[in-house]
């Protein structure tokens, strides 16, 4: 079972071995996030720093730093396993037999049981401080970047509701510090927590919830449709809903395992200029105009945490943020893309840039028409390149990607050159938001699709390769590189590879 509360998590990582304290005093302005850059980058453990310059309170990062934390997190031993409870009550079909019946009675419970519970107290309201005694200086809010101008909360729930259908939406959107009592609130151009707040008469009411259990912490960046709610996201796949208390000073529930929350509301036309903030395209994103966020309380648990996380250029914490999104949206992306075999979004391509799909190919012009549905489905919709290779490459292997895309594409013919909705963020485009689209068809051709006969790809013969294994001590060569599959593996570079289905 995933952890219940931040707490519980440290407590984890702290047996599994994955989390270091540091008793020194470290300054929250710059110096963290050196330390982190270089944590992160040598698959380093989570930090918990116990005496943050200025504040009383510790802050924890790097919680979902590797591909280890993130499976502990989810309490499963890969990323695949957790898309695969998805995937079994995303496939729910009416039931055959008893045995079936009851297999999918307590599927369909999984599912009840996943919407959030209101309870009437949590600990994240044992301190609660409102009015002129709201005060953000209290928390070690992180300056990351040397041209950030202030320091910014990085990994928060920011929890609205619509104000036209009363659904709830969870979105992680980092907030820019203005002042004790303010900040921006950086939800960006295709975002759900925006829509809500063009949808309200003037005044959107929003809480925050920071320091929350690791799954409803990843919930709040999973891109699930509009009109569905994070925290039943969150409820399903910890096994457990999610509990909520009436927040203090605004007409919304907030998560009772919270460390800290912030109330309050943003009004419509009341914006300023957001940013620079070193971000995650590994470019400093300009100034933009973003609403302002007026904090009317905040309430804590007495010795609250607070968490951070620093985005920069790739890779960073957030890199397994975006694999566990990639690996539990495969069998949703099915649902309607059901040739499509897998997918891989590189870290470097900061997910919006790339995305490698490989698809069971059943007619010409197969791999246009996926190419349409990626440039079609949700925030994937913003993809910039999407590369398309046959079933059996594996989409995880960049060099195999590379070598099938050199081998298998004649530019002025399998190049498809588009246009549409690019991410926020991309700074590429002479137009912010839009602009051009490259789909690079790598599959197999054939006279089918009007091209000469394709030929075979080299491969040895099976049982040659099983006699050459069973024999393998008796020549004596003392190979490095294990075999897999009767070849070596291929070196993969950091982050290159999840897991790969089975
Ligand atoms: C660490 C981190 C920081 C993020 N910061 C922002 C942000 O400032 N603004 C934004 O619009 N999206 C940001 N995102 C992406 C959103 O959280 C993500 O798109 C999510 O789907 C938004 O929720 P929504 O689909 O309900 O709008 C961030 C994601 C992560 C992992
Ligand atoms: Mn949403």
Not at 346 to 353: D, M, Q, R, S, Y
Request: proline share 8%; charged share 25%; aromatic share 6%.
């Amino acid at each position: 079972m995933p952890p219940a509360d931040l707490r519980a998590w440290i407590r984890l990582l702290e047996r599994e071995g994955e989390l270091v304290r540091i008793a020194a005093e470290v300054d929250p302005d710059l110096e963290i996030t050196e330390i982190v850059d270089r944590t992160v980058k040598s698959g380093g453990p989570a930090l918990l720093f116990e005496r943050p310059r200025g504040s009383d309170h510790p802050l924890l990062i790097n919680q979902f730093g590797t591909e280890r934390r993130m499976c502990l997190a989810f309490g499963e031993p890969t990323l695949d396993d957790v898309a695969r409870k998805l995937e079994d009550v995303i496939e729910l079909q009416p039931p055959q037999g008893l045995a079936e019946k009851v297999r999918g009675l307590r599927k369909l419970k999984s599912i009840a049981d996943s919407m959030p519970r209101s309870v009437r107290r949590g600990p994240c309201q044992e301190v609660v401080l409102t009015g002129d005694d709201v005060d953000l200086d209290l928390l070690p809010i992180q300056r990351c970047w040397p041209g950030d101008p202030a320091p910014f909360v990085t990994l928060p729930a920011v929890i609205t509701r619509d104000p036209r259908t009363g659904t709830r939406n969870v979105g992680m959107y980092r907030m820019q510090k203005i002042d004790r009592r303010s900040t921006f609130m950086h939800w960006q151009i295709h975002k759900d927590g925006r829509m809500d707040y063009l949808a309200s008469d003037g005044r959107l009411e929003v809480a925050v919830a920071l320091g929350l259990d690791p799954v409803t912490a990843y919930s709040a960046s999973a891109p699930l449709p509009k009109h569905i709610d994070e925290f039943m996201l969150a409820g399903f796949l910890r096994g457990e809903a999610v509990e909520l208390v009436g927040a203090k000073t605004v007409d919304l529930e907030v998560p009772a395992n919270a460390e800290i929350v912030l109330e309050g509301y943003v009004q419509q036309g009341e914006v300023g200029q957001e940013g620079p903030f070193g971000d995650h395209t590994g470019y400093y994103t300009p100034a933009e105009p973003f609403p302002v966020f007026h904090v009317t309380a905040l309430t804590m648990r007495r010795d609250a945490i607070y968490p951070s996380i620093v985005v920069g250029k790739p890779p960073q914490e957030d890199a397994w943020l975006g694999k566990a999104t990639e690996r539990i949206f495969l069998p949703a992306i099915r649902m309607t893309v059901p040739e499509l075999v897998d997918y891989d979004l590189p870290v470097a391509g900061a997910f919006h840039n790339c995305a490698i799909v490989s698809i069971r190919k059943a007619f010409p012009g197969h791999a246009r028409k996926v190419m349409h549905a990626v440039w079609g489905l949700g925030l994937l919709s913003l993809t910039k390149c999407v590369v398309v290779v046959d079933a059996d490459v594996d989409v995880h292997d960049y060099a195999e990607v590379f070598f099938t895309v050199g081998a298998n594409v004649d530019p002025k013919r399998d190049l498809l050159l588009s246009e549409g909705p690019l991410d926020h963020l991309d700074h590429a485009p002479t137009l912010q938001f839009v602009g051009g689209k490259l789909g690079i068809d790598a599959t197999r051709k054939g006279p089918a699709e009007g091209t000469r006969p394709w030929p075979d790809e080299i491969a040895m013969s099976p049982e040659v390769r099983e006699l050459v294994d069973r024999r393998w001590v008796e020549y004596g060569i003392d190979l490095e590189a294990p075999m897999e599959n009767g070849r070596p593996t291929p070196r993969r570079s950091l982050f290159s590879r999840a897991k790969r289905r089975d």
